[in-house]
């Protein structure tokens, strides 16, 4: 039930930030979409388990971070720092599992995907900061020269 609640919201989040955002807001939405539908195809090849280390969610959350902060570096809005730091939290959780084996696996799975929900709370308020500014100036910038 909890996944489908997840899914459901960051469905509504990101079509929202699809038809309304501007370009940071649209390709953090796309991000987040490509990292969700990249989870099945990790799982054809390693089980969902969290008491090892889990290569496959490192590489979407690297490829995930990466574009997260392109976007936070070149974007003309704040939110996409925080949002990047976010992911950087699930990072740290695969750094954590590689150094210290004894972590509880309950502890690897809550810093891998808890700063999911905060992560689509900020694309969701960036989208509706972004539809006033166009409605206050009639013009937002997206992106810094």
């Known amino acids: 039930m909890r996944t489908l609640l997840f899914l459901v919201f960051l469905g509504a989040v990101c079509i929202y930030a699809l038809y309304r955002g501007g370009g940071p ?6 991000i987040v979409i490509g990292m969700v539908l ?14 090892t280390l889990d290569p496959g969610h490192l590489v979407i959350d690297l490829a995930g971070w990466l574009g997260l902060l392109a976007i936070a570096l070149r974007a003309n809005r704040f939110w996409p720092l ?8 699930a990072l740290v959780a695969h750094a954590t599992r590689m150094l210290d084996v004894t972590i509880h696996p309950k502890a690897y799975m809550i810093m891998q995907v808890a700063s999911s929900y905060p992560l689509l709370v900020l694309l ?11 409605k206050a100036f009639g013009t937002d910038r997206s992106w810094r020269n």
């Open 38 to 51: 990249l989870d099945p195809a990790v799982h054809i090849f390693t089980p969902l388990e969290y008491t």
């Open 25 to 30: 807001e649209r390709w953090v939405a796309c």
């Open 82 to 89: 925080c949002v990047a730091s976010l992911q950087t939290i």
């Open 124 to 134: 969701m308020i960036g989208t509706m900061f972004h539809r006033k500014r166009l």
